[in-house]
Nanobody, 118 residues
Framework: QLQFVESGGGLVQPGGSLRLSCVVS????????VGWFRQVPGKQREGILC????????YYAESVKGRFTISRDNAKNTVYLQMNSLKPEDTATYYC???????????WGQGTQVTVSS
């Protein structure tokens, strides 16, 4: 049973930075592609970034290009999301997930809240 513990969220001013972490337990991370998603109340969950097993990253959301970076440390079973130049519209609950080869992302943790406000 995969479990996720996301952390690093909080309140930050516009233009600020945060680094989210996601510790994955229950299996070896290097078997999976990893991704970050976010959701605001009343809207569907949005994919932001993903990274393949080969550490190739891809953006789902144009709005975060040049500002957000995904990374992974398989030895620590941890996925990171570095968020820079944060904007109020980045306010959301952020989730990490993993995808086994050939499958979609469908494992979810509790998420971590990010609020960008002055």
């Amino acid at each position: 049973q995969l479990q996720f513990v996301e952390s690093g969220g909080g309140l930050v001013q516009p233009g600020g930075s945060l680094r989210l972490s996601c510790v994955v337990s229950g299996d070896t991370l290097n078997y999976y592609a990893v991704g970050w998603f976010r959701q605001v109340p009343g809207k569907q969950r949005e994919g932001i970034l993903c990274m393949s097993r080969a550490h190739n990253s891809a953006y789902y959301a144009e709005s975060v290009k040049g500002r957000f970076t995904i990374s992974r440390d398989n030895a620590k079973n941890t996925v990171y999301l570095q968020m820079n130049s944060l904007k109020p519209e980045d306010t959301a609950t952020y989730y990490c997930s993993v995808a086994p080869p050939g499958e979609a992302y469908h494992y979810w943790g509790q998420g971590t809240q990010v609020t960008v406000s002055s």
